[in-house]
């Protein structure tokens, strides 16, 4: 399996500033990696035509936990489909905590991204207080259950103490954490590591066995960054 580098672009950027971004994304080339980009909801439409005929594949940052119907300003799992998306971040932590997304939710989500054909990338982690406090593996554990059995999913371990701030696990708190997910989900599952990689962290991935790729956000934005992490994952 080709490891995956996602580019979780976040609301870093206007949608100008995005298709823009998404130009020089195209001129990287080949690298044998699976390189995926989320955009915000308002440059898909753009950013599927700019990738035709790119080995870059297109991913949402959420999706709705409904079928069509009255939701207010959500959008179907199926319209990211027939945007040309292949991807959806779901339940990322930045969303648990500002926007309140619970695990039910996250569900939800999962089974519509799902039922669409869209594959999920359902992001679990613990606080830095539960590090602290040693149940690292039993946040993850609870957050897994209700998505547990399910088939098709990608796994993106995201320590909430690690993201944006410079500072990643060590390549052994990443392999057990890792590893358990594995152990939990199953072997055809992907499992991923996202929270501050960049051209100077991403060499640790190499350490950790059963990791198959990295989501990442900030250094995203810089494309020297990008090439260098995309450089690192397949030496
Ligand atoms: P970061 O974000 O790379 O900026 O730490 C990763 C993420 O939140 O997906």
């Known amino acids: 399996m080709k490891p995956l580098v996602a580019l979780n672009w976040k609301m870093y950027r206007s949608a100008a500033q995005e298709i823009a971004a998404a130009r020089q994304l195209v001129e990287l080339g080949n690298y044998p990696a699976t390189l995926a980009v989320f955009p915000s909801f308002l440059s898909l439409y753009s950013i599927t035509e700019q990738l035709k005929g790119s080995a870059i594949e297109l991913g949402a940052q959420d999706c709705a936990m409904a079928a069509p119907g009255a939701y207010t300003g959500q959008v179907a799992a199926q319209s990211l489909v027939e945007l040309g998306c292949r991807w959806c971040i779901i339940g990322h932590s930045e969303r648990r905590m500002y926007l309140g997304e619970t695990d039910e939710l996250v569900v939800a989500k999962v089974n519509q991204a799902l039922a669409a054909r869209l594959q999920p990338i359902v992001c679990v982690g613990e ?35 690690a993201i944006n701030s410079g500072t990643t696990p060590t390549a052994q708190e990443l392999e057990r954490a890792l590893g358990h997910i594995r152990k939990i989900m199953g072997a055809e599952c992907r499992v991923i590591y996202g929270g501050s990689i960049s051209g100077a962290t991403a060499s640790i991935l190499k350490e950790v066995p059963s990791c198959q790729g990295a989501l990442v956000g900030k250094a995203s934005l810089d494309v020297q960054e990008l090439k260098k992490i995309l450089e690192s994952m397949s030496n």
């Open 127 to 161: 606080t830095a207080q539960e590090r602290a406090a040693g149940v690292t593996l039993a946040v993850v554990e609870k957050m897994l259950e209700p998505v547990q059995g399910k088939v098709g999913l990608c796994i993106a371990y995201e320590p909430v103490w």
